[in-house]
């Protein structure tokens, strides 16, 4: 899916106003469908917060049957208070948040591991344990195929070397991902 700029920025404030609402008693924020038509399609995300290049919190859904904006805005408030490997985000935490958004295509069956594209891909597997890495994970981490699929099999608690005892079923997706750093800082 193409976002606009003007749309990505739409959804970062949408993030970083519903974790706010949290603290303030604020109305959840709203989209105005009829100026921003694609933020009505519905489509997975996932919301990163970091602070200090430290993760703070992602939680989002592979596939959504809400409008983009709601999934984001869900996603924003499950990252900051519902991640069970963090705390819930405190008041103070609030200014040195940093927002990444990752829009999700819809996932698709990898038959060969040689398919997968480092930077390109995400990978979802889907075996009686499941697990998700986003594209930007592997790069992130200066990761060769080998250590993504490792690093999969680990997160879905599976021994690391799983992957090279079986082929292992995994979906694959793309992410346009945005954040506040690469499109212009907040705009609150």
């Not at 819930?88 to 999700?104: C, F, G, Q, R, T």
């Not at 997968?116 to 195929?145: C, F, S, W």
Request: a negative charge.
């Amino acid at each position: 899916m193409e976002i606009s700029e003007e749309e990505k920025k739409v959804l970062l404030n949408a993030a970083r106003h519903s974790i706010k609402s949290k603290f303030t008693n604020e109305a959840l924020p709203a989209c105005d469908y009829e100026k921003f038509p694609n933020l009505a399609i519905n489509a997975g995300a996932f919301v990163t917060l970091s602070v200090g290049n430290q993760l703070r919190g992602c939680i989002g859904y592979i596939v959504s049957d809400k409008p983009l904006f709601q999934t984001v805005v869900d996603a924003a408030r499950q990252a900051a208070f519902k991640d069970p490997r963090f705390l819930p985000l405190n008041k103070a935490e609030l200014d040195l948040i940093e927002i990444e958004i990752s829009v999700l295509s819809p996932p698709f069956d990898l038959n060969d591991y040689n398919e997968i594209e480092i930077g390109k891909h995400g990978l979802i597997l889907d075996e009686l344990q499941r697990a998700l890495l986003l594209p930007q994970v592997p790069v992130e981490h200066n990761m060769n195929l080998e250590e993504f699929l490792t690093a999969l099999c680990r997160k879905a608690g599976l021994p690391g070397n799983t992957w090279r005892e079986r082929q292992i079923k995994l979906k694959a997706f793309t992410a346009n991902v945005f954040s506040e750093e690469t499109n212009g800082g907040r705009n609150e």
